[in-house]
């Protein structure tokens, strides 16, 4: 089996894991499943446009679906521009799938930290709560002295916290 048929087969046990547990919308599983088929020797780079057609779903929806994978730390993303003339241009993003559990805890804080400093209120009582649940399984205590939440429930930290714990997590 070549790496990237083990990528995808890891990956795409991890969506229906997740699917299964009521984690992920049928519309989300199906966008996540269909992003798998698009990995290539070359890379992952479709556009919302192509996963959309090729799901049969809307882009707005497939947008949202990638929205939550970020928020899980499933896939990590970035942005490709080419140059076009003298100025740089956004085409597709480029993906990556994440199958390992240090990977996901990462990425999906790195995006709750992009949110945070942008201002935006995406941080979903589901992404606090995993934050939540790895943090406590380190063990690691706040600057306060506080220790973290229980994984259940919502999160009782204060923004000020979050981004504490944000920054103990590596370069954002």
Wanted: contains cysteine; glycine residues 6%.
């Amino acid at each position: 089996m070549s790496r990237h048929a083990s990528v995808k087969a890891a990956f795409r046990k991890q969506v229906l894991g997740l699917y299964f547990d009521h984690q992920l919308k049928p519309s989300e599983k199906s966008v996540l499943m269909t992003l798998a088929t698009f990995l290539g020797a070359d890379g992952l780079y479709p556009s919302h446009d192509a996963i959309a057609r090729a799901c049969r779903y809307s882009v707005r929806t497939v947008i949202r679906a990638l929205e939550r994978a970020y928020e899980l730390g499933l896939v990590e993303r970035t942005c490709r521009r080419k140059l076009v003339g003298s100025r740089w241009v956004r085409t597709s993003n480029t993906y990556r799938l994440l199958i390992k559990a240090t990977d996901q805890v990462r990425a999906a804080g790195k995006h709750m930290a992009r949110a945070i400093f942008r201002g935006v209120q995406v941080v979903s009582d589901r992404m606090a709560q995993k934050a939540s649940r790895d943090i406590h399984i380190q063990e690691k205590r706040l600057p306060s002295g506080r220790r973290y939440p229980e994984p259940h429930g919502p999160s009782q930290l204060s923004p000020s916290e979050w981004i504490e714990i944000i920054k103990g997590w590596g370069t954002i």
